[in-house]
T-cell receptor, first 114, second 112 residues
Framework: AQSVTQLDSHVSVSEGTPVLLRCNYS??????LFWYVQHPNKGLQLLLK??????LVKGINGFEAEFKKSETSFHLTKPSAHMSDAAEYFC????????????FGSGTRLSIRP | EAQVTQNPRYLITVTGKKLTVTCSQN?????MSWYRQDPGLGLRQIYY???????DKGDVPEGYKVSRKEKRNFPLILESPSPNQTSLYFC???????????FGQGTRLTVV
């Protein structure tokens, strides 16, 4: 069965320090993988996506993610956190299958300490 | 401007009173879907549509209906709302199911 797991419900880092948000997936098919960000009281915005090209994907606002097939992971990183990065982050998986389902992780709330 | 428009943004209703949340996109996207967002559960797919007159159930379809008579519109219908349908709802569209999704601003529904 297909699933996606975000390993941390809440991550807190100091401004200027690295960010790591973890995501693992389970799938029998080749997935497309996305990270979306949701700022308070706002809709969702695409940060980056992986669709079977380069395994290291660069997104907006300095974020990047690496697809590791052997570990079934797609962790999101940023070298230096900024106060404006405080938001909820969702790892999303879409599977090439007849089910045509899109599955969201439960989300990771990122807090930034001054 | 490319966008997904949901209406209304906020709605308070009573149990059993039928309601419709509209969703419209202007990007000529094939794929549209509805999600509900609840604390600690992320977004769960309610229904999706791969094209006009082609709809299918997502993970939590009970109590909801949808229709896709035109490519741009994908309304969500609650025939008899119940308090457990109190949630934040998002409509999304994309060229295909494995491409970037564009989300509406959300509809916060409260059923009392």
């Amino acid at each position: 069965a297909q699933s996606v797991t975000q390993l941390d419900s809440h991550v807190s880092v100091s401004e200027g320090t690295p960010v790591l948000l973890r995501c693992n997936y389970s799938s029998s098919y080749s997935p497309s993988l996305f990270w979306y960000v949701q700022h308070p009281n706002k809709g969702l915005q695409l940060l980056l996506k992986y669709t079977s090209a380069a395994t290291l994907v660069k997104g907006i606002n300095g974020f990047e993610a690496e697809f590791k097939k052997s570990e079934t992971s797609f962790h999101l990183t940023k070298p230096s956190a900024h106060m404006s990065d405080a938001a909820e982050y969702f790892c999303v998986v879409s599977f090439y299958s007849s089910a045509s389902k899109i599955i969201f992780g439960s989300g990771t709330r990122l807090s930034i300490r001054p | 401007e490319a966008q997904v428009t949901q209406n209304p943004r906020y709605l308070i209703t009573v149990t059993g009173k039928k309601l419709t949340v509209t969703c419209s996109q202007n990007m000529n996207h094939e794929y549209m879907s509805w999600y509900r967002q609840d604390p600690g559960l992320g977004l769960r797919q309610i229904y999706y549509s791969m094209n006009v007159e082609a709809t299918d159930k997502g993970d939590v379809p009970e109590g909801y209906k949808v229709s896709r008579k035109e490519k741009r519109n994908f309304p969500l219908i609650l025939e008899s709302p119940s308090p457990n349908q109190t949630s934040l709802y998002f409509c999304a569209s994309s060229l295909q199911e494995n491409t970037e999704a564009f989300f509406g601003q959300g509809t916060r529904l409260t059923v009392v």
